[in-house]
């Protein structure tokens, strides 16, 4: 997907490309995260789909839980899912950041290069 690099910097419309290729796909792995917490909450805990799906975001947005979970299974899942969140986060952020710290090392690597050429 990236240059290898020897190879020149790629231009800026390809690296545009990247970057919505790679915020597509962090966005459906939010919405696989956001549909599984859902459907957790409302068959796990008996939340209503509006009170799950506040949940789930409010989790996956690292801000923490809203409703009380009052049985065992719940509080499982909802800790659980927490984790499973954390990590969520963890990979969206390296995807969507992955572009633009790979350019920013090509560079950097560019940079070196023309260094060590020049007598």
């Given amino acids: 997907m990236f240059e290898h690099h020897r190879q020149p910097l ?4 390809t690296f ?7 915020f597509i796909v962090s966005q459906c792995i939010a919405a696989v995260a956001l549909s599984v917490g859902m459907l957790g909450y409302h068959n796990i805990a008996g939340l ?3 009170d799950s799906f506040q949940n789930a ?3 996956l ?6 409703d009380h979970m009052s049985t ?11 984790i499973f969140c954390g990590l969520s986060l963890i990979t969206i952020m390296g995807i969507v950041l992955a572009p633009v710290l790979h350019r920013i090392m090509h560079k950097l690597h560019l940079a070196d290069e023309d260094v060590d ?3």
Avoid: N, Q
């Fill in 61 to 66: 947005a690292g801000m923490g839980p809203v």
């Fill in 16 to 22: 545009i490309r990247r970057m919505a290729a790679c």
């Fill in 57 to 59: 975001a409010m989790i």
């Fill in 72 to 82: 065992t299974a719940a509080k499982l899942f909802a800790g659980s899912y927490a």
């Fill in 10 to 13: 790629a231009p800026l419309p």
């Fill in 117 to 119: 050429e020049k007598p």
């Fill in 48 to 50: 209503d789909w509006v």
